[in-house]
């Protein structure tokens, strides 16, 4: 297989992605961002994926350090950033967002999940 074919971490975005179907699933639509992110932790916890929640990002100016941070919603086996939403639509704004926390953590896979549509819709995204 050609290397530029394989996909980055792809056991550990199957977990993941799963996790977030059972919340889906289970929530449905129509709550707020914070409930998805809790079930999730406990989904997490359940299925035994490692994560971290409401990680402080450093940003970086000029090679020196900023006094604002950014906050990932999760980052998942030390290197998966998941970014919840829970929108009717995904604002480009929002991959862009998690692009800008893959750049300042050189982190190579972020997943952007959304729990605001009747179907889950998530989007691997790559730095």
Do not use: W
Not at 40 to 68: A, S, T, V
Request: proline share 2%; aromatic share 12%; glycine share 6%.
């Amino acid at each position: 297989m050609d290397t530029t074919d394989k996909i980055i971490y792809k056991e550990e975005s199957y977990a993941i992605i799963g996790a977030c179907m059972k919340v889906h699933r289970i929530l449905g639509v129509g709550f707020l961002e914070a409930v998805y992110e809790e079930a999730l932790g406990r989904e997490f916890h359940i299925l035994k994926i490692p994560f971290k929640r409401q990680l402080k990002l450093n940003l970086y100016y000029d090679g020196q350090k900023l006094k604002k941070q950014y906050r990932a919603d999760f980052v998942c086996y030390d290197r998966i950033i998941v970014e919840i939403k829970a929108v009717a639509q995904m604002p480009i704004i929002f991959h862009s967002q998690l692009k800008n926390y893959l750049k300042c953590t050189k982190l190579e896979l972020g997943i952007l999940v959304n729990f605001g549509t009747a179907s889950l819709t998530y989007k691997r995204v790559i730095n």
